[in-house]
């Protein structure tokens, strides 16, 4: 009998779902506490088990997404593997797997491990042996183990070309079906850039996929995409907090993207900036249920952080939703102006009209408490943020140009003028 026919469809159901609460701790049994959990610190305690056993088991715990329930283990195991790096080693010498294994998983952990381990691996002419063209496993290892180089480590570019290059080579050939599995999902997207593994009574009860079906509805995307960003059990609040900007930032993009007028989306971009209820009096009707959704949803989230840290960051919070309408704003001017900007324009105000910066600073304030340096740091924009936010906006022309004719689409309008 189908699974499907023995329990309701859990993304249909989604009435029957009970939002966590702020810095929820986890509900019933961990990982941990399974026979299997059980099991696996037997495994880390035991001084006789071998250094490559327990990598394995700490790289497929991470790959199942149940690391955070081995957190010390891990990190202790880890540590000593750091400290001894250059002793008792002779179980990797001449291994490229077991090498390759232990250098991802100590630069993922935060060890400075030198490129140089991968030296013995290449002949006279520095280049790296063909006898690893065979060893195909190991060959994987590496080119997940490159893709952790930092800025001018020739040693990992070198690798990742190489085995990139065989590993493609490797599945024109009669290689174990499982392992071209392994390989072919490597090659599509590393590792170390996947996600590693509903809160939708809030989405039902505000209306805005009924009311407003011009906008795209995707709760259970937003979700999953909240999920990628914050997996573990602890983060219940972040993944709600973050589920919730995301629904809202995709009905207020619709907004002006599709259906706003402009003089409708001047007064509505005036409205988020003054953050006053009484503004909605002059919106017209699709529009005053999403102001009123976006100012409820922030000053409920406020309010909470209020309540149980005691910091007010309702100026933090409509600051970053009247910068990211603004931007919005900007863009819908130079569609219906015709106006195509100069790729310099578009890029500074394409970075906040991303939405990466507030979809970032929400995430902060719902995983921590809120601490004046680090907000004053974050509305400063720092590079780790203007770069994440200029991947998500060109991934995103990239996705949507060749078949959007709306503001967004300016993008690919503004390279082919500047270029």
């Given at each position: ?6 329990a309701p ?12 609460t ?5 509900q ?9 959990g059980?099991v696996?610190?037997?495994?880390f305690?035991?001084?006789?088990e071998?250094?490559?056993?327990q990598?394995?088991?700490i ?20 540590d ?5 790096y ?11 797997y ?27 002419m ?26 001018g ?18 599945l ?20 170390h ?9 809030w ?7 009924e009311?407003m079906s ?10 999953l995409?909240a ?10 609040y ?10 809202l ?22 409205a ?10 002059q919106?017209?009707?699709?529009m005053k ?9 922030v ?8 309540k ?10 409509r600051?970053?939703?009247a ?9 819908a ?13 578009y ?7 991303s ?6 600073g929400?995430?902060y304030?719902?995983v921590?408490?809120?601490?004046m ?20 906006r ?24 500047n270029?």
């Open positions: 009998m189908a699974l499907s026919m023995l469809n859990p993304i249909l159901a989604f009435p029957r779902l009970q939002p966590p702020r810095h929820c701790s986890r019933g049994k961990s990982f941990s506490d399974s026979t299997s059980l696996v610190q037997c495994l305690a035991s001084k006789d071998k250094p490559m056993d990598l394995v088991t790289d497929l715990l991470q790959r199942l997404g149940v690391s955070y329930d081995f957190e010390d283990e891990i990190k202790s195991i880890l000593c593997r750091y400290k001894n250059d002793r008792n080693n002779m179980w990797k010498v001449e291994n490229l077991a090498t390759a294994v232990e250098f991802r998983l100590l630069r993922q952990h935060g060890h400075n491990v030198p490129q140089d381990v991968f030296n013995c691996f290449k002949d006279e520095g280049r790296f042996k063909p006898c690893h063209y065979e060893d195909i496993k190991g060959t994987l290892c590496l080119y997940e183990a490159s893709y952790f180089s930092m800025e480590e020739s040693v990992l570019d070198e690798a990742r070309d190489f085995t990139k290059k065989h590993l493609e080579k490797s024109e050939q009669s290689i174990d079906k499982n392992l071209a599995i392994l390989v072919s999902h490597s090659l599509e997207l590393p590792l850039w996947r996600m590693l593994r509903i809160e939708a009574r989405w039902k009860n505000i209306g805005l996929g009311k011009f906008t795209r509805d995707r709760l259970v995307e937003n979700f995409w999920v990628g960003h914050a997996f573990e059990p602890q983060f219940g972040c993944r709600k907090i973050i589920t919730k900007v995301l629904a930032i995709v009905t207020i993009d619709d907004i002006y993207d599709i259906y706003g007028t402009l003089d409708e989306l001047e007064i509505f971009t005036d988020v900036d003054r953050w006053d209820i009484n503004a909605m009096d919106l017209p009707e699709y249920i999403s102001f009123l959704a976006l100012f409820n949803s000053n409920e989230m406020a309010y909470n952080v209020l149980e840290e005691g910091s007010n960051i309702i100026p933090h919070l600051k970053m939703w910068d990211l309408c603004k931007c919005y704003l900007v863009e001017r130079w569609y219906y102006s015709g106006y195509t900007p100069t790729l310099q324009e890029i500074t105000n394409g970075f906040i009209s939405s990466a910066p507030a979809i970032l929400h995430a304030f719902s921590s408490n809120p601490v340096d680090a907000i004053e740091f974050l509305e400063k924009r720092p590079n780790i943020i203007h770069g994440s936010s200029m991947i998500l060109l991934s995103d022309d990239l996705g949507t140009s060749k078949v959007c004719q709306q503001p967004s689409s300016l993008s690919l309008k503004s390279f082919n003028e270029f």
